[in-house]
């Protein structure tokens, strides 16, 4: 299972985790203390058994110094019995330790008491034994020379030489033999101190310490109970214990406090991170402090701030960009863009210059009104702001209206109080100037300048780009024109009439009307695919090469077969489809050929029903060695004929639906009659109505009837 914590929380573990060699040293202190605790008690239990052994060695010997001055004063002066009864009397006056003192004769006959601890002394007159003086001990009076430091619960013991109780001070029924296996004791009767552990009575444990008793192979013996010796230590841990558990408490305390006061800023960077990663842009956390955690506070500002003032100058520049790609036609397309441009860098007004050819001088585009004094003014190259950025080629800040009233005066008097411009370049070459003004005190940082600059390059981009749409748009109108025969054609035995209109200014439709030898007529549809430019680039080449195939005198699948191969070598993956037909007025005979186009509808003159003219065939442009098959029809006096391009049919309107094949034919059924342009009109205007909106495709309707057979 895996455990989470918060910032504060880790913070706090790491405090923690730092705490704990500091603790394994006090816990190591603590048990070092408490063996020095013990190490007291057995110290002290020592010094007590030391003292106890001398009191009793001076006890013994006090008592055997008085046995041997009684024996003594016997030896030295001829008492008599009685006289040495009273002496003795007087000694155990003065030595309450003496249970008796007596005269034994040289036949081992005791004259007076009862012996506890015997103490003797020979007396020899002529080196011969004449009588001993023999000393009994009350051992209890030992008690009165015990060590005055015992506890309580502590007791004194004397064995003798063999290990057995002599006398045991507070525990007078303790077995004689109790004591003899401790080793502790075995090393005192062998002339050492030595500490006693783990001794029990079967229900408490004891402390304590063994000492010989010099001179006479005893040992004096303390003991006392673990509790009653450990209490005071035991007491001393438990106060240290709670001093070490009372600062790991506030340790801990600190520690979350700590970790409140350290997590603190860093969760608030970590929801200003979240509101900048949820686009709140400029946001702002609230840090006051003068530590690396406030400095980093102010940095995320900081980078708020600029990462703000980046998205918003992006949005700016993208919004130029838009403008820039709006359109292509230069009128409609500067007024915007220099709008958007001013608006990003927050200025009263904008203005646009063009470098004239011929002159070089800077005018303000036809239509453009967008600036302060810019309506019709021309300037020579270093004459104003934007001559001497033309002139100069790099940027120019003016922020003193004083110097701006000297530079441009013109400016100045229509309020301008400061302006910034910077060159239009394309390929390295400057086509203008792009200014922006303020009508405030200001000055143009040199960021605003840079920024400037790319948004001139955007808007150099789109200005070339609508010039040269512009140059193409002119030349493809030349060609388009060249493409087209008149609205209205009339022939021997013939009319025709033809209406254009393509989806942009240029399309890719065409159609021709063809006059030939023997007075035949060619008749031809054809759609390009594509639009704009290239469409009918590639639509005049199929044009002409129409036109060049078909003087001959061709068939009209001939024709169709060279056209394709001429064009599926170099037409760059674009199609043609083409209807071509060559009409004999002297016989009325249709004969035609179809490279994938829609099939034309005719309408006799007594029917009332339009039938379509099909023949099959593949694109132009896609196989060069493509084959393509000839059909033939008769048209009579008065029988009409119809051409159209897919533009006509795929026409939708507002539910997506195609104007279809089925209501040109029922249209057509209505017009059999009708004056030709009135065919050709009413099939646009019933498309454009169906449509409601500009044509998506080029749209292209050509109408044909037979007048006469010649």
Request: with cysteine; net charge neutral; charged share 20%.
């Amino acid at each position: 299972m895996r455990i989470h914590l918060g910032i504060r929380g880790k913070i706090a573990a790491v405090i923690l985790i730092c705490m704990i060699p500091v603790l394994i040293l006090g816990g190591l202190l603590f048990q070092s203390r408490n063996q020095g605790r013990l190490e007291i008690v057995q110290r002290g239990h020592r010094d007590l058994a030391r003292a106890m052994a001398a009191d009793v060695q001076m006890f013994l010997a006090g008592a055997v110094e008085a046995e041997r001055t009684a024996g003594a004063a016997v030896t030295s002066q001829p008492y008599p019995v009685s006289g040495i009864i009273q002496l003795f009397t007087a000694i155990r006056a003065k030595n309450p330790s003496f249970l008796s003192l007596m005269l034994i004769d040289a036949a081992g006959t005791w004259i007076d008491g009862h012996p506890i601890l015997e103490v003797a002394t020979a007396i020899r007159e002529k080196e011969k034994l004449a009588t001993v003086v023999l000393g009994r001990l009350d051992l209890g009076g030992l008690r009165t020379v015990l060590p005055r430091g015992l506890g309580r619960a502590a007791d004194g013991i004397i064995v003798d030489t063999t290990g057995r109780l002599i006398i045991d001070l507070r525990q007078p029924a303790r077995a004689p033999e109790a004591l003899r296996g401790l080793s502790a004791v075995r090393t005192a009767l062998a002339g050492l101190e030595a500490t006693i552990e783990g001794y029990s009575d079967g229900r408490t444990g004891y402390l304590g310490a063994a000492a010989p008793v010099a001179g006479l192979g005893w040992a004096a013996i303390l003991v006392e109970p673990e509790s009653s010796a450990l209490e005071s230590a035991r007491r001393a841990a438990a106060q240290e214990m709670i001093t070490v558990l009372t600062a790991v408490g506030v340790g801990l305390f600190l520690a979350w406090v700590l970790g409140a006061e350290l997590s603190a800023p860093i969760l608030a960077l970590v929801r200003g991170a979240r509101a900048l990663g949820r686009g709140n842009l400029g946001t702002r956390v609230a840090l006051r402090r003068s530590d690396e955690l406030g400095e980093l506070g102010n940095a995320f500002n900081e980078m708020s701030e600029r990462l703000s003032r980046y998205v918003t100058e992006m949005n700016a520049l993208q919004a130029v960009s838009d403008a820039a790609l709006s359109t292509v036609r230069l009128g409609e397309l500067l007024p915007p863009l220099v709008q958007r441009v001013g608006a990003a860098l927050h200025a009263d007004a904008g203005l646009i210059w063009f470098v004239e050819e011929g002159t070089g001088d800077l005018v303000v585009p036809a239509g453009f009104n967008g600036a302060l004094a810019a309506k019709g003014r021309r300037l020579r190259r270093g004459q104003g702001v934007a001559g001497r950025v033309a002139n100069d080629t790099r940027p120019l800040v003016v922020s003193d209206p004083a110097r701006l009233g000297t530079l441009d005066p013109a400016l100045r008097r229509e309020g301008a109080y400061s302006t910034m411009a910077v060159p239009l370049r394309v390929g390295g070459r400057v086509i203008g100037v792009v200014q922006v003004l303020s009508q405030r005190p200001r000055e143009f940082t040199p960021h605003e300048v840079r920024l400037l600059e790319t948004f001139a390059d955007r808007v150099a981009l789109a200005v070339d780009n609508a010039r040269a749409y512009e140059r193409e748009r002119e030349i493809a109108g030349i060609i388009q024109q060249t493409l087209l025969p008149p609205r209205r054609v009339e022939l021997p035995g013939l009319a025709v009439a033809g209406r254009y209109l393509p989806s942009r200014e240029v399309g890719g439709d065409f159609y021709a009307v063809l006059p030939l030898d023997h007075g035949q007529v060619g008749l031809a549809i054809a759609d390009v695919s594509g639009k704009g430019i290239p469409a009918a680039t590639l639509s005049a080449r199929a044009r002409y090469l129409l036109e060049a195939f078909a003087q001959d005198g061709r068939r009209p699948e001939a024709v169709l077969s060279r056209l394709n191969h001429a064009l599926a070598a170099d037409t760059e993956s674009k199609f043609v489809s083409l209807f071509y037909g060559i009409l004999n007025p002297r016989d009325g005979t249709l004969l035609f050929a179809s490279a994938g186009h829609l099939p034309p509808l005719m309408v006799r003159a007594p029917d009332a029903a339009p039938r379509l003219l099909e023949a099959p065939g593949l694109l132009l442009g896609v196989e060069p060695g493509t084959t393509y098959a000839m059909s033939e029809t008769r048209i009579g006096p008065g029988d009409l004929l119809l051409l159209f391009t897919d533009g006509i049919t795929e026409a939708r309107n507002a539910a997506g639906e195609q104007f279809g094949e089925q209501r040109i034919s029922e249209l057509l059924a209505t017009l059999r009659d009708a004056p030709l342009d009135e065919v050709a009109d009413r099939v646009m205007d019933a498309v454009a109505s169906w449509s409601g909106n500009g044509p998506a495709d080029d749209q292209t309707v050509v109408a044909a009837r037979m007048t006469s057979l010649l």
